[in-house]
């Protein structure tokens, strides 16, 4: 792709007859969202959805500040709460469907446990090229073949909560979602926060957001950009728990093709080991993984439908490649990780079999204290920790790290009254 100079792509987006969804790192310690707002000409009322935040959805002063636009919060999650209360009905449905997914989840993790073991041992495993090539290559497409299959079973349940939901029947719902669409109306911008992408996810599907989403300008950071791609990856390579594997989670709305989103990377990745980051982007291929830290964005751009087109427009997600951007690194398939620019003019397809770039693999064992021999047996030993534990949400939450949306809650410890934006 061409050089972008940040400054001028910037200035070149301001066009109000382009649609725009940008992406942003975490906000909660260097909030930008609106600088980057003011440079890309995004301007009008912005509805705000902190509903991953959960029961600290109201605390959103401190966005509001940031955003620097008239804003409303649409309270996606407290009203979920008002219409379970008068129609437990349709909460015990969902319910049931919830039970679904998480059992699915649990037989998914013990399968992928095995698949990625062996992908990671082959792909850091020495030998002649004409030999391994191929059984990494049939490693990788293993990992591949057991998360579309995750996802086609996932789908399916949705699927079958649909056949049977009729929002028709549920006046509760109804009215709640009137109200959002009322709000909806006088925006012409989107702020999607992170926190719980489970609850996130959930709450923008119940309530019909899928239409004004594609319809306006978004500005999403954090889980709030993960729930908006065509795949949601869920991942934490160091928690308290013990190295863990990424779980290809659900299918997103898909404004986007072609990234997935994957924030907090330098905290929740380890991306000094190439075998993780090949293997990451391999897997993810041939969507671009791409890596969201402070101070990090890209932006994607299309043409805005004429007015009074916009409802019979075909949903075509914006071109995967950045209009605009600044400090995001992608996660390459030779196992380095590169800035976005050099990163999206690499090939990601075809090369699941190909070696790792001896230089880095030479390069970890010394840091992690192994002799070159021992590197493929430590990746093989990497077993799957306990679960990780659901994040309880608010302006302190991060995504990746969540199991299933709206699990059962455990006693969670107390936590900081710092206020975030997310």
């Given amino acids: 792709m061409p050089s972008l100079d940040a400054a001028s792509a ?23 969202v609106g600088d980057v707002a003011e440079r890309l000409g995004i301007t009008g009322k912005a509805a705000i959805i902190t509903a991953g935040w959960q029961d600290r959805e109201p605390e959103d002063g401190e966005l509001r500040s940031a955003l620097r636009l008239p804003a409303v919060n649409l309270r996606l999650h407290e009203r979920w709460h008002q219409v379970e209360l ?13 039970d679904q997914l998480r059992a699915l989840e649990d037989l998914y993790d013990d399968r992928l446990r095995h698949t990625m073991a062996a992908a990671r041992e ?47 029947r549920h006046p509760a719902l109804q009215r709640q979602r009137a109200e959002v669409q009322g709000l909806l109306d006088e925006c012409s911008v989107i702020a999607v926060a992170g926190g719980h992408v489970g609850v996130l996810l959930n709450r923008l599907r ?10 306006k300008d ?21 928690p308290p728990q013990g190295a863990g594997n990424a779980e ?10 072609g990234v997935v989103c994957l924030p907090h990377a330098r905290r929740r990745l380890e991306l000094r080991d190439p075998v993780r980051v090949a293997l990451m982007a391999r897997r993810l291929s041939p969507a671009r993984a791409i890596a969201f830290d402070e101070r990090s964005w890209l932006a994607f751009a299309a043409q805005r439908p004429a007015p009074g087109d916009e409802r019979h427009e075909p949903r075509n997600p914006l071109d995967g490649a950045p209009a605009a951007g600044e400090l995001a690194r992608v996660l390459c398939t030779s196992g380095q990780v590169c800035d976005f620019e050099e990163g999206f003019g690499q090939p990601c397809e075809g090369t699941d079999g190909a070696p790792i770039d001896s230089k880095l693999l030479q390069a970890e064992p010394a840091a992690a204290g192994l002799a070159g021999s021992d590197v493929a047996s430590a990746h093989a030993r990497r077993d799957r920790p306990p679960r990780l534990n659901v994040d309880a949400g608010g302006p302190l939450a991060d995504a990746g790290g969540a199991v299933h949306p709206e699990a059962p809650a455990a006693a969670a410890p107390a936590r900081p009254r710092q206020r975030g934006v997310g």
């Fill in 248 to 257: 290809v989670f659900e299918h997103g709305f898909g404004l986007v093709s």
């Fill in 86 to 98: 008068e129609d437990p009905g349709l909460f015990a449905a969902h319910r049931r469907r919830q």
């Fill in 10 to 32: 910037a200035a070149d987006l301001r066009d109000p007859a382009l649609r725009k969804v940008v992406f942003l790192g975490p906000q909660r310690l260097a909030p930008m």
């Fill in 122 to 168: 082959m792909l850091a495993h020495p030998g002649p090229t004409a030999l391994l090539d191929p059984e990494r290559a049939s490693a990788v497409a293993a990992v591949r073949g057991l998360d579309e299959h995750h996802l086609q079973r996932v789908a399916e349940i949705h699927a079958a909560w649909h056949d049977e939901f009729d929002a028709r």
């Fill in 206 to 215: 119940i309530f019909g957001l899928d239409d004004a989403l594609w319809r």
């Fill in 218 to 238: 978004v500005l999403a950071w954090s889980g709030g950009a993960m729930v908006l791609t065509e795949r949601l990856v869920l991942f934490h390579d160091r």
